[in-house]
């Protein structure tokens, strides 16, 4: 149970660098003063990403909780 540990962890780490970009995006956006249907286009598909992101993060941390009770 220790691999699913750690391939647990791997999962919630790749998922938190994804948030992470989906971050730096949204604010490379905003500094590059997008405004109304431009910055909605951006924004639009990002939000798929982040929610991507975001299940990955969550699932691995599920791997690494389940893991655990099971060693």
């Known amino acids: 149970m220790a ?3 750690w391939i647990g ?3 919630a780490v790749t998922g ?3 948030l ?7 604010l490379r956006a905003r ?3 997008l405004e109304g ?3 909605e286009a951006r924004l ?8 991507g992101a975001l299940a990955i993060s969550t ?10 009770f099971l060693t």
Request: net charge positive.
């Open 3 to 5: 691999a699913l540990v």
């Open 9 to 11: 962890a791997a999962l």
């Open 16 to 18: 938190l660098a994804g």
């Open 20 to 26: 992470g970009w989906c971050i730096a995006v949204a």
């Open 31 to 33: 500094r590059e003063g």
């Open 37 to 39: 249907a431009a910055m």
């Open 44 to 51: 639009r598909k990002l939000v798929a990403l982040n929610l």
């Open 59 to 68: 699932i691995g941390l599920m791997m690494v909780v389940l893991g655990v």
